[in-house]
Structure formats: structure tokens, C-alpha cells
């Protein structure tokens, strides 16, 4: 990538039918703010609530959200951690603290990893679509997993911090800013860790910005976001996909 270009990816987050009404409003503030194409990182069959390809108004949804330029991505197949065995310290901290149960992929083994992976992707497929990306919950990924995305027909992967080539020997230092609205304490400490994440890496070539739906139901993190974003207005807009494509 030339030293010169400067590229911004927006992702959200968690997208699916029992979401989808504040993923509208989401992509909404997006539109307005020209923050787009966003990649969509949909989860086929969140917490269990219902597979997407069975949710013709959630389809229709993605179609269109497709046609105006965004992309969809795998991310999960639950977007559930099952929290089986014991939990040593980082286990603890990765998966009950960082992420309150959701790091589907964070201690899967390659076989288990490759089934989950393959299930979502059945039923993106079967709602027509073929993604290029995978994205594991809470960017939580597991050596078995990375295993078992080698042999499945992806063209990249991504971690907090990288967008990774699945294919090719390609990995792109893109660190993540991203807020927590699960307690009152966090969401007051997110503006204050994003502004100083965002000083420290606003060198960085590739920057991201990444939503959840429930992001903009509190004011504070809508007027974050709107800072950081504003802030970052000047990148080149692209997802992650076109960004590996690229690179």
C-alpha cells in the first residue's frame, strides 16, 4: 500500500433479525455521516433467535444494503460462547470480562471450528449469499480456528487488529476502534479510551471503525461516534474485503 494512502473500514457488528431495527437506525447515521460502504457482519442464527435465511424482511434488508455498495460477512454462526470447562485467568478475562459470553471461536478446536464456519455459511448461502470474510465474534480466534479457515473458501479473516489473507501471505496492521455500552461504567470510559486509542494510532495507514447495533440508543456513544468518524473523514472508505483485495 502506497505510504501515502490512508484507508478507513467500517464494520457493524451483529446483524441479524433481532437486531435489525437499530441496525437500520445505525446505518442510517452512517449514511448521513458518508460513512460507507460499511461491511455487515452477520451472524446466521444469533443467540439461537431464528436463522436468517428463514426471515424474508431481513433478507430483503441485506440486498439492499448490498446494492448500495456494502458487504456481508461472515461473523459466527451463534455468536454464542458456551463457556464449557474451566476457566483459567485468561480464559476468564477473554471470555466472561472482554466479552461477556460471546467469543463463539475463542477456544473451538479445528473440527468443531470448521463445522460451526460451515453451518453459517450453508445458510448464507442458502439467502444467497457467498461471503469472501469471516470475522469470529468479539474478534476472539482460536489456533484451531485459523486452522480450520485454511481449508474454507475465504479470502480473509480478521482479528482486532489485522485483516488477514487467508490465501495469500498478506496481513494488514488495521487496529479497531470500537466502544462497550454493557454498564454504565464502560460506557463512560469508552469515549475517553476511543479518543486516546484514536491519538495513538491516527498514523496507522488503516484505521476501523467498528459499531454495534446498540450503539446509538445512548446519546454519549452517538456523539463519540460522530467525533471519531468526523474526525477520520478524510480516509479512503473501504471495506475490509477490497482492502485485502488490494493489498
Do not use: K
Not at 464502560?186 to 459499531?211: D, M
Not at 461516534?225 to 479512503?236: I, K, N, P, Q
Amino acid at each position: 500500500m502506497p505510504a501515502d494512502r490512508h484507508v478507513l473500514c467500517v464494520s457493524l457488528h451483529d446483524v441479524a433479525p433481532a437486531t435489525l431495527d437499530d441496525c437500520r437506525a445505525t446505518l442510517g447515521f452512517l449514511d448521513a455521516m458518508h460513512a460507507g460502504p460499511v461491511a455487515l457482519l452477520v451472524v446466521p442464527n444469533y443467540h439461537h433467535l431464528g436463522r436468517i435465511d428463514r426471515d424474508e424482511r431481513f433478507c430483503e434488508f441485506l440486498r439492499a444494503r448490498e446494492q448500495r455498495g456494502d458487504e456481508i460477512v461472515l461473523h459466527g454462526y451463534w455468536h454464542e460462547d458456551d463457556l464449557s470447562g474451566g476457566l483459567g485467568l485468561r480464559d476468564h478475562i477473554e471470555r466472561r470480562i472482554y466479552t461477556a459470553g460471546e467469543g463463539e471461536f475463542a477456544r473451538l478446536d479445528e473440527e468443531t471450528a470448521r463445522t460451526r464456519i460451515l453451518r453459517g455459511l450453508a445458510v448464507l448461502r442458502a439467502a444467497g449469499w457467498s461471503p469472501s470474510g469471516f470475522v469470529p465474534p468479539a474478534w476472539l480466534m482460536s489456533a484451531g480456528t485459523r486452522s480450520a479457515l485454511a481449508g474454507l473458501p475465504f479470502d480473509y479473516c480478521a482479528t482486532r487488529d489485522a485483516v488477514i489473507s487467508i490465501t495469500r501471505d498478506v496481513e494488514i496492521a488495521a487496529p479497531s476502534l470500537v466502544v462497550s455500552t454493557r454498564s454504565t461504567l464502560r460506557r463512560a470510559l469508552s469515549p475517553l479510551w476511543n479518543q486516546w486509542r484514536l491519538r495513538r494510532q491516527l498514523g496507522s495507514q488503516v484505521l476501523r471503525a467498528a459499531l454495534h447495533p446498540r450503539d446509538l440508543r445512548y446519546p454519549p456513544i452517538a456523539a463519540l461516534w460522530h467525533g471519531l468518524l468526523d474526525e477520520l473523514a478524510g480516509r479512503e472508505i473501504l471495506t475490509e474485503g477490497r482492502l485485502i483485495a488490494g493489498a
